[in-house]
């Protein structure tokens, strides 16, 4: 007996003494012989743990770019021609970039940890025909273990004997109810994880009851162990800013080399010395290359990241800043995401039809009762208080309430009625002490009821709750067929549908009934009503959802819930409209062999229901086929792969589980939907900001180019050397992107559509706004260095004013970038004072440098005279007029042209 002899054996449709037979095993257990050789043939119940990479490996990872290429290179260069200066500046750079990717990247990967922690647990194993408390990590197949109450399940079990077990599966298939087991089912092939009622799973919980079970599968071949391997083998989708910055970079890559080819070849060809030609190749690869670039985007990320934390959302990769602006659309759990994941009665129907709705959401105690749309009173508020009292009365739930908050235990239907009777001021401590308990008859599965019996003066009153099919037909003096029509019109609505009656019954036929705990003889009852019992959604979720949409963003709803439970909730969101727009588990496996049906199907989905783990990993991968950049939102075991798969995983950081976290991108601190429109407001304005600073950036940096250019082909002497650039581009204009990079945003983030995945960062908007100011500045510049050099200022002079009016286009030009299409005077300086204080330093930094005598001589300068300056900074406040001009003509009004 090895794995591979067990691999292909469907448990769910064995019976419990065929499964016995087939594990070779018995009702007492393994000998602790057995149990040691299987161990040894299997191993222990256990998942293998990730290796983590280390500092050196993420440090070296910073390296690759072909930024990051160029940059040594010219480093390289500067080394061999005895330019050690420039050479320092660029290792400094790089040095600085490293550090902080580096510390940014150093964090846990510990979502296959996190599933073994789930595994492993203490639990009671037979063995030798007694029991035992072991570590879950010691079982094998073919193990006999016990579980009751409370139980992490820590393996696979075919169960052998059950007793009023419910299971809490919801973290496993997203199923927010328990579900009812049943050890004597046998049931067919093609059957859902969430429909085997005679099988309990690794990491799922027992609600409630009791159980014994046989292990079948441990470790990797468990449903929790297909989660671990597909998880594991789910490669982590690429941030939107990583695709975009990787095809903008590999485009100024090949420019960059392309131009310092040209360049050296036509020197070459005039003759110039091979020294010459390198120091010229070093300080046009060091313009053309934004060494700023890498910090200034962890810079812009970093700000970002810190304001989602004041959000709750927490970032746990910084490329994932600004993914869920960027995405197209969010599939989003049901179960703890959109909903409470708390049972909540919502509405009543009494015999005669009125129909009640109760208020409120989740495990507290507040909430009205209305009737058509009227506050409950009179004959209908004493029928509605006679249904909830024998719900209370009949109920194994505790629930203790201390101002707004509740500590509660128990099933959560028993919840959901404790808490109905709390909103009409009945409590079951105070009923109890009005009609003692005389005994009761708990749910079974194949029961499908629950009754318990009271005291009421000298005679006994059953209170029934259950299943409308078996609690109907108990009832006398009511039309069986006009009331099970209205439970199934109920059941159709999402809800799921308890009868409840009550009435006098013989006490001793009542403590027959209780003795023998099977209610048989339960007649002549009397119908109190129908309650509808649903997992309310989250009060700010309608909302959130809507404003997702109205900025463009499709929601999706996937989930391992029934049909009609998923399609009610999502129609009360707007998501979906009617059955067309749900697609199921079952439905997909069905077209999986059609993948053109399959992928219409899934294209017109609106709600994925019954579907399990890696059923929604696939709708993930096949959104991404489709073209979306996908943001999946969950907290279960049962979402990890598809969080890992997506573009942007979010998690709920309260509710949610470490696996979840681990795998997600991003975590909701709250667990609000609603902080995921925060996190698209805040992903917009990170994007926004990059993109500022990219055009800072690039234009200054596209500027030198003309400048050289013009320069070197009118015979003109180096405009700047090496070390001037970079001071230019990391140390004046590096001080003021930190400025842009603090922008709050223009207002209108949520008032555009989302960026199409094709979309690059360097689109025609930054192309145009570039080529105009770039050609402004590198004309201007060249103009005035031709001037001051024919006018017989010396080449040090010239030069040395040339990088001032550089610094002061800097400085300048950095207002017109805070936006791309309204005017400076229309974006409030008063939004972002850092900006004022970071040109004003750049300008202070500038000028003292000058008169610092070792930092003088590395950038060639001296101090200058206030009648050059004054002559210089006219000439750069014309480029802020050249682009209003610019603005105004092409985008009037400051629309933008992405506007919803």
């Known amino acids: 007996m090895n794995h ?12 419990g003494h065929a499964a016995l037979d087939k594990l070779a095993s018995r009702a007492s257990g393994l000998s602790a012989a057995e149990a040691e050789d299987r161990r040894r043939t299997f191993g222990p119940n256990t998942l293998p743990k990730p290796k983590r990479p280390g500092l050196w490996a993420l440090y070296l990872r910073q390296f690759t770019s072909p930024l990051i290429y160029l940059l040594l290179a010219a480093a390289a260069v500067s080394m061999a021609i005895g330019e050690m200066t420039d050479a320092l500046f660029i290792f400094a750079v790089l040095q600085i970039n490293a550090f902080v990717g580096t510390v940014q990247e150093w964090r846990a990967e510990s979502s296959a940890q996190s599933l073994d922690a789930m595994i492993r647990n203490p639990v009671t194993v037979v063995r030798d025909g007694h029991p035992h408390r072991l570590d879950g990590s010691d079982l094998v197949p073919g193990d006999v273990v016990t579980l009751d109450s409370g139980t992490r399940v820590p393996a696979d079990l075919r169960l052998l004997a059950a007793h009023d077990l419910m299971a809490d599966e919801s973290l496993l298939t997203g199923e927010s109810l328990p579900v009812a087991k049943d050890s004597g089912a046998v049931l067919p092939e093609r059957c859902a994880v969430g429909d085997r009622a005679n099988m309990l799973h690794a990491g799922t919980v027992v609600d409630s009851g009791r159980a014994t079970g046989l292990v079948c599968r441990v470790g990797l071949h468990t449903e929790l162990g297909r989660i671990a391997q597909a998880l594991a083998a789910t490669r982590q ?24 080819v040209v360049l050296a070849v036509v020197q070459a060809l005039q003759g110039a010395a091979w020294t010459d030609i390198f120091l010229v190749s070093v300080a046009l690869a060091v313009s053309a290359v934004p060494e700023g670039l890498p910090v200034a985007i962890t810079v812009a990320l970093s700000v970002s990241s810190a304001r989602m934390a004041r959000r709750n959302v927490i970032v746990r990769s910084l490329p994932a800043v600004e993914g869920l602006g960027a995405c197209t659309l969010i599939a989003s759990d049901k179960t703890g995401t959109l909903t409470c994941n708390e049972l909540t009665a919502r509405r009543l129907l009494l015999p005669d039809g009125t129909r009640a709705d109760v208020g409120g959401e989740g495990y507290h105690a507040q909430g009205a009762l209305s009737v058509d749309g009227a506050p409950a009173d009179g004959r209908a508020l004493a029928a509605l208080s006679r249904l909830a009292t ?17 500590r509660h235990f128990g099933d959560t239907v028993d919840l959901a009625f404790l808490i109905l009777a709390a909103k009409m001021l009945l409590h079951r401590p105070a009923l109890l002490e009005r009609f003692p308990a005389a005994g009761f008859v708990p749910y079974e599965p194949a029961r499908r009821f629950a009754a318990a019996f009271n005291r009421d003066g000298d005679g006994i009153v059953a209170s029934v709750k259950g299943a409308a099919e078996t609690v109907l037909p108990m009832c006398d003096g009511i039309d069986h067929g006009a009331q099970m029509a209205r439970a199934t019109d109920l059941a159709a609505q999402g809800y799921r549908v308890l009868a409840v009656a009550a009435g006098e019954v013989d006490p001793a036929a009542a403590r027959d009934m209780a003795a023998r705990t099977d209610g048989a003889g339960l007649v002549g009852l009397e119908f109190l009503g129908f309650v509808g019992l649903i997992d309310p959604l989250r009060p700010e979720v309608p909302d959130a959802v809507a404003r997702c949409r109205a900025s463009g963003i499709g929601v999706r709803m996937v989930t391992g819930d029934h049909p009609a439970t998923a399609l009610a909730i999502a129609r009360d969101l707007g998501i979906a409209s009617d059955d067309a727009h749900v697609i199921t588990g079952a439905q997909m496996a069905e077209l999986a062999d059609d ?6 199907a899934m294209a017109t989905a609106r709600v994925f229901a019954r579907v399990e783990p890696t059923e929604k990993l696939s709708i993930v991968q096949a959104t991404r086929q489709a073209g979306h ?14 969080l890992r798969a997506a573009n942007i995983g979010v998690a709920m950081g309260l509710e949610g589980t470490d696996v979840a976290r681990g795998a997600a991108d991003l975590i909701l601190t709250d667990d609000n939907f609603s902080s995921i429109v925060a996190g698209v407001e805040e ?8 993109r500022k600073v990219v055009y800072l950036l690039i234009s200054t940096g596209a500027s030198e180019i003309v400048l050289f250019m013009l320069a070197l082909m009118t015979g003109l002497p180096l405009p700047l050397f090496a070390a001037q650039l970079l001071w230019l581009n990391l140390v004046t204009n590096g001080v003021q992107h930190v400025g842009l990079a603090l922008e709050k945003g223009e207002g209108d983030v949520l008032a555009r559509r989302p960026r ?11 192309i145009e706004q570039t080529v105009l100011s770039g050609a402004f500045i590198g004309i201007v510049a060249y103009l005035y260095f031709h001037w001051a050099l024919a006018t017989g200022t010396d080449e040090f002079t010239a030069r040395a004013a040339l990088l001032m009016l550089m610094v002061l286009f800097e400085n300048a030009h950095v207002f017109n970038c805070r936006s791309e299409v309204r005017s400076v005077t229309k974006v409030p300086l008063g939004t972002n004072r850092f900006l004022l204080i970071a040109v004003v330093l750049a300008q202070s930094v500038h000028i003292g440098a000058a008169h610092v005598p ?11 005279d206030l009648n050059t300056w004054l002559t210089l900074a006219p000439l750069a406040l014309a480029l802020v007029g050249v682009m209003e001009v610019f603005k105004a003509i092409r985008y009037p009004g400051g629309r933008r042209p992405d506007a919803v």
Not at 595 to 600: D, F, V
Not at 629 to 642: H, I, K, L, M, R
Not at 683 to 690: P, T
Not at 854 to 864: E, K, S, V, Y
């Open 237 to 260: 989708a690429p941030a939107p800013l990583v695709v975009r910055l990787e095809r903008f970079t590999r485009t100024v890559g090949a420019l960059v080399v392309g131009a310092v």
């Open 854 to 864: 070792w930092l003088a001589d590395i950038l060639r300068i001296a101090p200058m």
């Open 756 to 766: 199409p995945p094709s979309t690059p960062i360097f689109d025609r908007m930054m």
């Open 629 to 642: 950049f996908v943001a999946v939102t969950g907290d279960g075991v049962n979402d990890a792969p598809a």
């Open 390 to 406: 024998a719900g209370a009365l009949c109920n194994e739930a505790v629930l203790h309430e201390s101002g707004d908050r509740s």
């Open 595 to 600: 993948p053109a049906a399959l992928a219409e």
């Open 683 to 690: 992903g917009r304005i990170a994007y926004d900001n990059v």
């Open 4 to 15: 591979d002899s067990l691999a292909h054996v469907l448990w769910h449709t064995l019976s």
